[in-house]
């Protein structure tokens, strides 16, 4: 089996689309996450809490605009980024396979510990086993994986608008706010006032109640779709090749749009319920990448919109280090080993402090690359994979 290299015209390379849409990204999954940095926001629906008209507005406007558009634009990354490698590899005739398993494995354990040590909110762990399985599609044609995935996402979204639809009906008129109460309480006691040790079994149990038999299977019906979605970009070459596909990706920027946008309000228009808001995470999210994907190429077509989204690429491709550091910057400023300002923090303050460290790693990532080839976090993948630095 040959050495795998990669030179510098290799690096030279790189998609800069792909790395803009990482950016954006970063941005949107910040942005949503910001609540559960502060508060035990996974335990209720900000929409049901008490609290100023102007944080229910913020609240909307975040919810609306950005959603889970965020974790679906990752999740068709992730699959285009599958496919890209195996495609270099291919070219040079080398096994593809151990370099990838060796990446996810890297991806794996610093997920882990990002997990256990950081912020129970780690989303790199089940990406990169989702992207495992992109193994078995590895050689698959461009059709074949457009087709899993658009059939594999049809099928179980129309099977959850159904059966959600039936129980909002059925249970009409409850809700489940205050449900998760001494959960709630016991959160803001630990991750406000408690030591390490106990802040380190709470971050487990939060971790455990996202993750786990219940619900990564359905993690998987909604997110592996967009995993195949972006193996089908890497192999239509659609990046590099965006004039030949000019008039359908404007159609599919057009109608992404109208999607995102009506899932977006639907449970603000009508009821909030679990219909409306699968409706309003699972195929608003999906559309809402999808138009983020369409628009951004279209846009960088442009050598002016090219220099303007420079600052986006820069921090695309720090994309690792920048969301470790944001789980580190912001456990120290809300947990009690830190600052302690869990559960003192409202949401539009939360949007403030996102800004800040948005607008601050922007600026950091256009100095380190302007000084390095890679992120810190970036590189140690590399090593991992390679066995070397490059």
Known sequence: MKRFKMNAAD????IEAADVLKGIALIGILLINMPNFYSPASYYDNNLMNGSRMSYVANGLVDIVIGQTGYALLAILFGFGFMKMFQRTYERQVSFTPFYVRRMTALLLVGAIHAVFIWHGDMI????????????FQ????????????????????????????????????????????????????????????IFHQRLLDWYYAYNLNTVPFLFLSLFPLFLLG????????????????????WICLISFIVYGASSVLP????????????????GGT??????????????????IQKVMQPFAFLGRMILTNYIVQSIVCTFLFYSYGLGY??????????????????????????????????????????ATYGRSL
Do not use: C
């Not at 559309?287 to 002016?304: N, Y």
């Not at 800004?355 to 140690?380: N, T, V, Y």
């Open 139 to 198: 050689e698959a044609k461009k059709e074949v994986l457009l087709a899993w995935g658009t059939g594999i996402f049809s099928i179980y979204a129309v099977i959850m608008i159904v059966i959600l639809t039936v129980a909002a009906f059925a249970n009409e008129g409850e809700t489940a706010a205050g449900i998760h109460q001494p959960i709630i309480d016991q959160a803001l006691q630990v991750y406000g006032h408690g030591n390490f040790a106990s």
């Open 125 to 136: 762990v089940i990406y990169s086993f989702f992207a495992l399985i992109m193994l078995f």
């Open 11 to 14: 690096k030279e390379q790189r």
């Open 231 to 250: 193996g089908f970009i890497a192999k239509s070459e659609w990046f590099k090749e965006i004039e030949e596909y000019i008039v359908e990706t404007k």
């Open 268 to 283: 603000y228009a009508l009821d909030h319920n679990v219909a409306t808001s699968y409706i309003h995470d699972t195929i």
């Open 342 to 383: 869990y559960g003192h923090i409202s949401i539009v303050e939360g949007l403030a402090i996102a800004g800040i460290i948005i607008f601050i790693q922007l600026l950091g990532s256009w100095i380190w690359m302007s000084l390095f080839s890679d992120g810190p976090f970036e590189k140690l993948i590399r090593y």
């Open 287 to 304: 559309a809402g990448a999808i138009f983020i994907v369409t628009l951004v190429t279209l846009a960088m077509r442009s050598v002016s």
